[in-house]
């Protein structure tokens, strides 16, 4: 696989707690010049952003984020605050503790409830998933199925782990066959990326690719 077509499924991602604008601004540059999918970048920075890009690359941001305990009134309201600020699309992330409990109707609903809010703009659902059972992950790629969002997200990359082979292969084999995958954190090489993509996933949520390839052209 070409590094253009690695590089058009990137969400080229700067979610760290000490972001500053000056390398917000850095990576919607690079992300313009190198065709990814999006930029992933938090909240706070959304509209500067948007207006910065001028609809030259989609601007994704997080919801819920990392620890996904939010209610869900505040969950939609994150959601509704992002779109009207230019977001493109929208990486929620769900109750983990919900799940422990099997509260899957109350999973099913929140996720519903943040897809209504988001209209026609992308869903990603993160369940992160070094936190849950395979029998866990297996029951949320089904809630997602139903739900009508548009993405499963393995992983916030701010809890113990991040996305794995195997965890691509157990989503692929249990979505339905119109919900997409992102894969995210821990994507440390061209290798993993193309990995990934080849396992079934459609994004890579990433902040190393693009300086991988970066650093390749000099």
Known sequence: MDQSNILSRVDHTLLQQTATWREIKTICDDAVSFGCASVCIPASYVKQAAEYLEGKMAVCTVIGFPNGYSTTAVKVFETGDAIKNGADEIDMVINIGWVKDGRWDDVAAEISAVK????????????????????????????????????????????????????????????????????????????????????????????????IVKAQQG
């Open 116 to 211: 209504a809010a988001c209209g026609e703009r992308v869903l990603k659902v993160i369940i992160e998933t070094c936190l849950l059972t395979n029998e866990e992950k297996i029951k949320m790629c089904q809630i997602v199925s139903r739900s009508g969002a548009d993405y499963i997200k393995t992983s916030t990359g701010f809890s113990t782990g991040g996305a794995t082979r195997e965890d691509v292969a157990l989503f692929r084999a249990n979505v339905a066959p119109h919900v997409k995958i992102k894969a995210a954190g821990g994507i440390s090489s061209l290798q993993d990326a193309e990995d990934f993509l080849a396992l079934g996933a459609d994004r890579l949520g990433t902040s190393r690719i693009v300086k």
